[in-house]
């Protein structure tokens, strides 16, 4: 099968690039052809200031790269387009490219974009759903993306006038979800429900099973106020030093939270910044569980699969995606979000209790191989492709497994 993947990068690295990333490499070594058209949000700061002020028609209709995915259409001949995220360089203006030239397109939806210009439906420390619920200018009121109301109603012009041409509905024949709940979201938000389909993102390579119980608690992730730091933060003066607990990552919280740790005198606290990969597995797998106090809705926390491929059980907000990916009391904890005295008791519990703990990351594990490994995520995505384009692969599943064993 021949594949045209297209995917916009932002200014910072984050979850979407290393899962376009794998699915590529994963497409690629099963035996696909796998073509790419991609830009990245860093050519923002290359361009004049005048260019720079067409950006929201850049956002809305991209005619350089509708005609750079037209001409490769023609030229290539893809069997389909699947396209992991356009905002903002790309632009969904592709997608009338692809439809003119009669080439099925499938959508990952890495985030609510469609249904909330902020992207994660959160506002104020709390999520909200107004845009979803009521209109896309409740967002340009609070200045939701980037906290300027102009550049929010940039954002709600394009995901207004592609509404009104009915691009969503009509020119994307598959949408992938990465969980059942944001699956009911877009579903709610519009999207066709025959045309959304629950496929979740996956880890590979497996980096296998830890073998003792750790020796501290852990967060993984981006530095941030809607992954409920906050909460994090005030459990931590509630436990005091009892508790040795790693951070990993880096953002816009990181000097407050070393000030907050200074303060009030965290000696247990270590804050490591950003790790590549390989060293937040090593943190992971020394990890007795992974601490995810998000307040937002997250969409789907690659973080919790990492830990749940390591061994490790995880103690999350009851929210959203987390809560349907991480069963309590059999692959982690759940504590009701922004309540710091119920994150503090489960984080408490979990600690003094090893051997349950160590049971759920049994579990977390099993849970891996059974639903988050590339040969599994291989076959979902294979069936997606199949239903828009009523093809098979050329590549049969038992060679596809031979072959994702060695990426």
């Keep these: 099968m021949k594949i045209l993947l297209v995917h916009n990068t932002y200014q910072q690295p984050g979850g979407e690039d290393v899962v376009f990333s794998q ?138 006038v592609h509404r009104l041409l009915r691009t969503w509905t009509k020119m994307v024949d598959a949408y992938v979800a990465l969980t059942e709940f944001a699956r009911q979201k877009f579903i709610a938000g519009g999207l066709p429900p025959e045309r959304v389909f629950t496929k979740p993102n996956f880890v590979h390579p497996d980096p296998g099973e830890r073998v003792d119980s750790g020796q501290y608690a852990l967060f993984v992730g981006r530095l941030s106020p809607e992954k409920g730091l906050d909460t994090l933060v005030a459990a931590w003066k509630l436990l005091g030093s009892r508790i040795p607990f790693m951070v990993v990552g880096g953002g816009p919280l990181s000097t407050g939270l070393a000030a907050e740790a200074a303060q009030h005198r965290l000696s247990n606290v270590s804050l490591r910044g950003r790790l590549t990969r390989a060293e937040s597995c090593r943190a992971i797998k020394g990890a007795r569980f992974l601490v995810l106090p998000s307040g937002c809705y997250e969409n789907f926390p690659m973080t919790v699969v990492e830990a749940f491929a390591c061994g490790v059980p995880v103690i999350c907000s009851r929210l959203g995606a987390m809560e349907e990916i991480v069963a309590d009391g059999r692959t982690g904890l759940h504590f009701t979000v922004g309540d710091a005295q119920d ?16 049971e759920m ?40 497994v031979r072959r994702i064993a060695q990426l």
């Excluded at 830009?39 to 200031?49: G, H, Q, Y």
């Excluded at 002020?53 to 850049?58: D, F, H, N, P, T």
């Excluded at 994150?343 to 160590?358: C, G, N, S, V």
Aim: net charge positive.
């Design 23 to 160: 699915e590529r490499q994963l497409l690629e070594r099963v035996g696909h052809q796998v073509l790419t058209c991609c830009r990245s949000n860093a050519e923002i700061a290359d361009l004049s200031v005048l260019r720079r002020l067409a950006l929201v028609k850049q956002m809305v209709w991209a005619t350089d790269t509708r005609r750079e995915i037209a001409r490769l259409i023609r030229r290539e001949k893809p069997h389909l387009v699947h396209v992991h995220n356009t905002f903002l360089m790309v632009s969904p203006s592709i997608y009338a490219a692809c439809k003119e030239e009669h080439v099925p397109v499938v959508q990952t939806l890495h985030n609510y974009r469609l249904l909330c210009p902020a992207a994660i439906f959160y506002r104020d420390g709390h999520v909200c759903e107004e845009c979803a619920e009521h209109n896309l200018w409740h967002g340009v009121f609070y200045g939701c993306y980037r906290e300027s109301r102009a550049e929010t109603a940039g954002v709600a012009l394009m995901l207004e």
């Design 343 to 358: 994150l503090t008791q489960k984080i408490e519990w979990a600690w003094t209790h090893p051997e349950q703990m160590a």
């Design 361 to 400: 990351g049994k579990e977390a594990r099993r849970q891996y191989e059974a639903k988050y490994t590339a040969e599994k995520n291989y076959s979902l995505l294979m069936d997606i492709y199949q239903r828009v384009i009523g093809a098979g692969t050329a590549v049969t599943p038992k060679e596809a």
